[in-house]
């Protein structure tokens, strides 16, 4: 994993939409898997920013409600297109999300898994996590090697996002996930966290044993894993100085 340590959040999206807009630039054609959430936001303003082409970019969400239509100002099909596809020139066509309103919710995952793999599978992934380590919906205990399926929302999850519901009461108990062997099977993963209340999942995550009990951690098995961080978010890890360095001295050419 490569741990990238900015001062701020803002400073942070700033490497890592150069990052997405070097993917879009070099291959034209690149499927990206995308994530929602208060996380993302900075990062898709970024990217709005730049002007990319995204006319041969596909994308596919790694989550999204069971029982929220499209239209739903919650469901994450209204999050992508209110804060992403409507400012770049992506084609519908191309964008893919789970379909929280599916009849047949397993014939419909197997069906997401096979359009992820026609597409040629997933080049870059972004990425946020959750308070107790969860990465898409996988909650804690989600097998490691899970493929997209519904799941049940802990109480913790409902709760952090009841901010967006209203309420608590509001915030639907199942989604639909890419698993996490969904997610080890893209080529490379993007995590971003921000804030104080990642600090700890983020240690978890990154040095403390693979676990499902913190679904974020089975990134130690994915080979090419950025995480970019602020420094709240960096607090707890044991080796901060040392992933700074790194940072500090790349050769140029892996420079971001
Ligand atoms: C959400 C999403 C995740 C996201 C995480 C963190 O509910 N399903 O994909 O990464 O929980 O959310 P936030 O960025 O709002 O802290």
């Known amino acids: 994993m490569e741990i990238i340590i900015q001062p701020t959040a803002a400073a942070a999206n700033r490497v890592a939409a150069r990052l997405f807009a070097n993917v879009i630039r070099q291959k034209p054609s690149a499927v990206l898997g995308m994530a929602t959430g208060g996380t993302p936001l900075a990062l898709y303003r970024e990217l709005v920013a730049l002007q990319l082409d995204w006319r041969k970019i596909t994308t ?3 989550d999204e409600y069971v029982g929220l239509a499209p239209a739903h100002s919650q469901s994450y099909h209204s999050f992508m297109w209110e804060n992403l596809f409507r400012h770049v020139n992506i084609a519908r066509k191309n964008v893919h999300l789970p379909d929280g309103r599916a009849k047949d919710i397993p014939k419909f995952c ?3 898994e096979r359009q992820i793999r026609a ?7 972004l990425l946020g996590i959750g308070t107790e380590g969860h990465i898409g919906f996988n909650e804690p205990t989600s097998s490691l090697a899970s493929r997209t399926r519904i799941k049940t929302l802990t109480p ?5 996002n009841a901010r967006f519901f209203g309420s608590e009461e509001q915030v639907p108990h199942h989604c639909i996930t890419m698993g996490i062997g969904t997610i080890l099977d893209t080529r490379h993963c993007v995590l971003l966290a921000f804030g ?3 600090a700890r999942a983020i240690a978890a995550a990154v040095e403390g044993p693979v676990t499902s009990m913190n679904p974020a951690s089975a ?3 994915h080979p090419k894993t950025t995480v970019f961080l602020d420094e709240a978010a960096a607090a707890e890890l044991k080796l901060q100085d ?7 001295h790349k050769p140029d050419w892996q420079k971001i």
């Not at 597409?119 to 992934?125: K, P, R, S, T, V």
């Not at 913790?156 to 952090?160: A, E, L, P, V």
């Open 242 to 248: 040392y992933y700074r360095w790194v940072y500090d």
């Open 60 to 62: 596919f969400n790694l």
């Open 219 to 221: 990134l130690q098995l």
């Open 110 to 112: 197997a069906k997401y």
């Open 156 to 160: 913790q999850t409902r709760k952090d």
């Open 119 to 125: 597409a040629g599978g997933i080049d870059l992934q």
């Open 196 to 198: 104080s209340n990642k």
